[in-house]
Nanobody
Framework: QVQLVESGGGSVQAGGSLRLSCAAS????????MGWFRQAPGKEREFVAA???????AYANSVKGRFIISRDNAKNTVDLLMSSLSPEDTAVYYC?????????????????WGQGTQVTVSS
């Protein structure tokens, strides 16, 4: 059974940093693109960042220069280091995995999802 489990969410003041982690189990994800998405209250889910097993990355314009995605293929983990956080970053953050080597920013293309972790940024 494939599982993605996020951790590291919480509350932080504007300007602060948080690191989210996602541990995947049930299969190897060395052939998968892994990504982070988020959904704020009343808004649609949106792409945040993704990384292929070959270390290609993609970021949403809103987080470029502030967020860094990384992964450990041997450990089946993917992290998201978030810096210079603002209240607009408040959302539930989801880890996701997509079979295949290509990078993809469309959530519909992802096969597996975590349960989400709340990030709250106060001003």
């Amino acid at each position: 059974q494939v599982q993605l489990v996020e951790s590291g969410g919480g509350s932080v003041q504007a300007g602060g940093s948080l690191r989210l982690s996602c541990a995947a189990s049930g299969r190897s994800f060395s052939d998968s693109c892994m990504g982070w998405f988020r959904q704020a209250p009343g808004k649609e889910r949106e792409f945040v960042a993704a990384m292929t097993s070959g270390a290609n990355t993609a970021y949403a314009n809103s987080v470029k220069g502030r967020f860094i995605i990384s992964r450990d293929n041997a450990k089946n983990t993917v992290d998201l280091l978030m810096s210079s956080l603002s209240p607009e970053d408040t959302a539930v953050y989801y880890c996701a995995a997509r079979r295949g080597y290509a990078i993809n920013t469309d959530g519909v293309a992802y096969n597996y999802w975590g349960q989400g972790t709340q990030v709250t940024v106060s001003s």
